[in-house]
């Protein structure tokens, strides 16, 4: 699945910068050149599959990102019970909460990436995907931190 999502990746780049070196200053608007090559035979399919090929690679990487934030949700429910086991009142109990306060926040941003994410234009998401990434493993080490501090 990652190799396609790499594929797909390196086809929206070669076909961001094909689109972008054909034009200058002297040729016409992007949207009457973009309307000019749909009259070409062809033209208007090698855009729709280039096209579907975008939005497969978005759609692919939003559920590896959804299927990562899934198993923290899983880390995040260990983290729950141990906050339960833990005895009442005690500072460990405390810091198990607001750590969990905390990881649930991260975890609502990361949520908040990805509906950005699937909002985008299919043209637009690769510029998201860094943050993305980045958002999820700190998001990722915060849960492991968590997870070994707590550690029954």
Known sequence: ???SVGVNVLLGIAWMIVVGCGTSESNPPQDTQFAEETHQPGAKEAVETSRASLEEGRNEYVKVVEGQLHQLNDD??????????????TQVQADLHKSLENLTGQSQKVQQQID???????EDWNALQSGMNQALEE??????????RYAS
């Open 1 to 3: 699945m990652q190799y």
């Open 139 to 148: 998001l990722t080490q915060s849960y492991d931190q968590a997870l070994a």
């Open 116 to 122: 950005e994410l699937k909002a985008t234009k299919v």
């Open 76 to 89: 995040h429910e260990k983290l729950v019970d141990r906050a339960h086991q833990a005895r009442p009142g």
